[in-house]
């Protein structure tokens, strides 16, 4: 396999169990219950994406498409500080964009298009890439429509991935019993919408205090492993 240009977590366990970072050119899809750590290693990464590569960057600026309100640039400001990198030019170095529902988070996706050669992106992240289109199709008696209008999205993210030397990273959230919503593929065992399209698969699961587990399905390329990891005040660490 290719090596490609990859991002640093700011865990080394969790980026050994990726094969050394998110990488480019990919979708990674992290799900996980709420609370797993999903918002918080998009904003490690948002972050990380502008270190120069010897440092585990790409010397890039991050879009982050946020559809569920919970960005802080406080906590930007934090993890750059923690790295020692100036914070306010961190915080201009990351495009904010609020989605308010599911056909603006696609509009905005077919803006990435032109934004992305541009702005000097070398990391989308889009937190949730299922939370409006859940919300507005609820239910089973909606799944079909839902699938197709997700799967729709999602192409046109690949084909962003594929088209510019950037990672697309998107957050994912299911519940901690997958099983109760057996049926919805969205929810589905596994829980990943990425289930039948290329990308690398990272779920995430609470354990004790700030410690979290990492686990990557369904990448035949990397060991099926976990990884221990932390949210500490400074941000993911080991
Ligand atoms: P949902 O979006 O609800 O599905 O959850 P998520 O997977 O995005 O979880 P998130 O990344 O928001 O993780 C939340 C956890 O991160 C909290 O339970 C805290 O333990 C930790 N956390 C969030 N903000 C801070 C912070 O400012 N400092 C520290 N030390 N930890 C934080
Ligand atoms: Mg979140």
């Given at each position: 396999r290719m090596s490609l240009p990859k991002i640093t977590t700011g865990s080394k366990n969790l980026d050994t169990l990726l094969g050394g970072g998110i990488e480019v050119k990919t979708i990674t899809e992290l799900f996980g219950?709420?609370?797993?750590g999903k918002t918080q290693i998009c904003h490690q990464l948002a972050v990380n994406v502008q270190l120069p590569p010897e440092k585990g960057g790409l010397s890039k600026r991050a879009i982050y498409i946020d559809t569920?309100?919970?960005?802080r640039w406080e906590r930007i400001e934090a993890m750059a500080r923690a790295i020692g990198m100036n914070p306010d030019e961190a915080m201009e170095n990351i495009l904010y964009v609020r989605a308010v529902n599911s056909d603006h988070q696609m509009a905005i996706a077919e803006e990435l298009k032109e934004i992305i050669p541009k702005e000097n992106i070398g990391l989308v992240v889009v937190d949730s890439i299922t939370g409006h289109f859940r919300a507005e199709y609820p239910g089973r008696e909606n799944l079909a429509v839902r699938q197709q209008k997700l799967n729709r999205h999602l192409h046109q993210l690949m084909s962003i991935a594929e088209l510019f030397d950037v990672a697309v990273v998107v957050t994912n959230q299911v519940m901690a019993r997958p099983d109760v919503f057996y049926?919805?593929?969205?929810?589905?065992?596994?829980?990943?919408?990425?289930y039948h399209a290329p990308g690398i698969r990272v779920q995430l699961k609470k354990s004790r205090g700030n410690r979290r587990i990492a686990r990557v399905v369904d990448a035949p390329h990397l060991p099926e492993s976990e990884a221990v990891f932390a949210i500490t005040e400074a941000g993911i660490r080991d």
């Amino acid at each position: 396999r290719m090596s490609l240009p990859k991002i640093t977590t700011g865990s080394k366990n969790l980026d050994t169990l990726l094969g050394g970072g998110i990488e480019v050119k990919t979708i990674t899809e992290l799900f996980g219950e709420f609370g797993s750590g999903k918002t918080q290693i998009c904003h490690q990464l948002a972050v990380n994406v502008q270190l120069p590569p010897e440092k585990g960057g790409l010397s890039k600026r991050a879009i982050y498409i946020d559809t569920e309100g919970t960005f802080r640039w406080e906590r930007i400001e934090a993890m750059a500080r923690a790295i020692g990198m100036n914070p306010d030019e961190a915080m201009e170095n990351i495009l904010y964009v609020r989605a308010v529902n599911s056909d603006h988070q696609m509009a905005i996706a077919e803006e990435l298009k032109e934004i992305i050669p541009k702005e000097n992106i070398g990391l989308v992240v889009v937190d949730s890439i299922t939370g409006h289109f859940r919300a507005e199709y609820p239910g089973r008696e909606n799944l079909a429509v839902r699938q197709q209008k997700l799967n729709r999205h999602l192409h046109q993210l690949m084909s962003i991935a594929e088209l510019f030397d950037v990672a697309v990273v998107v957050t994912n959230q299911v519940m901690a019993r997958p099983d109760v919503f057996y049926g919805d593929p969205t929810v589905a065992i596994g829980g990943h919408v990425l289930y039948h399209a290329p990308g690398i698969r990272v779920q995430l699961k609470k354990s004790r205090g700030n410690r979290r587990i990492a686990r990557v399905v369904d990448a035949p390329h990397l060991p099926e492993s976990e990884a221990v990891f932390a949210i500490t005040e400074a941000g993911i660490r080991d």
